[in-house]
């Protein structure tokens, strides 16, 4: 039975119980006119305050379906002490101090039987009486006597019949194991022995049970006797003590665990490292002589696997050779599993600056070389020297070596125009690249719609480079060699002066959110689980306007007009760009002498900017398991790890001399939870992984909570340092309009105090001629006389 039905019967059986209530003559409770009303009920006029402190408020509380309320008789008795004549109790106080129970019956007069809109059940019997459910069923009277028929049915043939789980024989549990004789020497003699559970095979059973009732006079026995009482006597104070204890301290926390990280509770032998530990080292004097290594990268699905790619030195040396010698590069692939041989050759048509695996793809590589074309790898041919798939036309590359390279994630595509739209097959098709030709490209891997194949039959043949004991190249991207040009690009004008920025590195913040999540429906997701993604040969570039527009994603990098923001953190060239992975609104930047930390969107400068090093600061990366950890790789071959929660001015540990060379490149590399490693290359061509000891990769105890925190920090220090250096500046220019002020008025006072001393000097000779013209001693008068 449902609630609704339950709360209508219910309610049919309290009108049909009120009703013989007052139909009864032997109930005492008679159905009188509005001047009298029985002895044991009394009218009563509650005011809205009183029915809202009661919860009695009329339609609401009570209605006509359900109109009875119990009311504490402790409520009512401190509403009159509390209230006194003005409560609207007060004229039944004496009934409520003599009344033997706990709760009183308030009854909902909704037709004013009595006068009143509530009355008062002033006796138990009466409120038993009122509250007593009887239930009535009735029958037309015909169908009783009628004859019945029972017959047999089966569940199957119903609509909502129930399934039955037949049984049958399992035969998983009938598997013979095969026993096999193997050799052990060296160690104590084991005896083996094993044991099976035979387990049932499920079936339907249904099993139906009533609780145990106990009659009125042994519940009263029990409550009554005098061993109960002094078990709750005995067992409260213990359990009130119990109950002390979990309000005050947390039993079921782990000390053990409480006093260090998980990972560190389990090191039993407490010989933890402190510093990197050299795991492997790998170099090739064949490939690797008088090169080194400009970019690194781990193998995305095979672990152990790394790739390096090689380019020439620019020593004093070649500088001066007149005759360039032409040496063939690579992108070397090394294994853990033989650490002196390279595993695979990748060759490419020049040096490589920066290279990175295809997200969607790990057989695909994109790179960037010395003379500014994009290469496009693929290592479908497990062969041990690899050509290149396709090489951008040098006519539309960069006219500089391309210094970064990456893939747009596959969540997104931009269109020509620079727009972000819908990726329909969710895959990487699109890369960016930099260069110092002050410009930042983006092309796409796919076959554009106008490109003819006469025109693919004639690109494919010019300049063609013979390959050095290669095997037959892939043709996934034939369509792009020779011929690739970039989808647009993005010039960087300063924002002060004339001129162009020169991009080094660049970082953008990848969209990890489906366009297509907030539309599909059900059907939809269905088709696309089950499509089937094409082959990068078979993929062409869509048109613009069949394609969603997504405007959730971060397209401020492509406005190409003028930079967003400019600041001048670093006295000399950028090496490096890097996100946190664990915030992903702050970056690394790493100059030549100093490191800093921004925020994204704060305009006003780095939260963190550390101090000038003696040595050049060559490369760095975050840490990928603790977010305050990062490491600088330094110019002679020394390693900095530092920790923001620890110290800001000065590192955490310092390891010198990982090399003896510059290091180019360092790449970190999480193999399983308790094994990270760090790839460092060097200017030498030597590549080098360290293990990670469990101090440096283990996070602190909320750790990543406390960089929060700290860079919210930051952030406020910065504004207010920036509110301040504000008025400082007009401070500083109203001393500075004050004090030319202050000379103009000295340099007015001074041209009056002049002219004063003029007018008071000419006064004096006029005084002067005066008194000799009057005495006769002025010279003309003089004159006179004599003539």
Known sequence: MSLRERYRISNVILWESSYELTASSNSGLEKVSH???????????????????????ADEDVTKDNP???????????????????SDFSCVKQIMMDYPEEEILLVFDIDFTYGNCFYLVLTPEGKSKLL?????FSRVRRKFGMPVYFSDHN???????????????????????????????????????SSQTEWKTQRNISTQYKPRELSTDEMESILNSESLKNFIIKMTPRILHALQQEEIVNLFTDDWKALGTEAEAGDWSGQVSKGLVLHQA?????????????????????QGVIAVALMEKKDEQSKECAVPISRPAFIVFYCFSDPSNPQLL?????????????????NIIA??????QDLDDSKENKTPVVRFCAVSSLENSHKAPITDIQWLPPTFEVTRTGLPVENVYNICVQIVSCSPDCSILFWDVRMPKLMTHSLLDKKQNVDEKIPIATSSVPETFKHLDRTWKPLFGVSLPKVDTSGEYVPLKFSLEHYTCNGNSGTDTEKDAENERTEIVPEYCQLRVPSGKTLKILNDVNSRFFVGTEPLFCYNAHQWLVNTIQRSPFFKDIILTIGSWNFAIWKEGAMGGPLVVSQYFEQECTTGCWSLSRPAVFFIGKEDGSLEMWNLLENTSEPAHVHDHITNAKITSIKPWKASPKQHFLAITDDLGALRVLEIPKTLYIPSKHENLSMKKYFELEEDSLEDYLKREELWTKQKKEEEDHKKNKESEKQTKSLDDEELDKQEYSDYLMYEENILKEMGLWPEDLNSLDA
């Open 346 to 362: 990748l060759e490419c048509p020049d040096d490589i600056v920066a290279f990175e695996f295809c997200p969607s793809n790990p």
């Open 132 to 136: 007593e459910l009887r239930y009535k």
């Open 282 to 302: 790998f170099t090739d004097q064949k490939y690797t002589k008088d090169k080194k290594i400009s970019s690194i990268n781990w193998h995305p699905t095979i």
């Open 155 to 193: 569940a199957a043939d119903s609509k909502d019949s129930f399934l039955e789980c037949a049984s049958y024989q399992d035969s998983k549990f009938s598997i013979k194991q095969i026993q096999r004789d193997c050799m052990i020497q060296a160690v104590p003699m084991l005896h083996s022995s």
């Open 35 to 57: 001047e009298s009303h029985p002895n044991d009920i009394y009218p009563l006029v509650l005011t809205t305050a009183t029915q809202e402190l009661f919860g009695c408020r």
């Open 68 to 86: 009875y309320k119990l009311l504490k008789r402790e409520e009512i008795i401190q509403d009159i002490k509390t209230k006194a004549a003005m």
């Open 367 to 372: 790179g960037g070389c010395i003379n500014g």
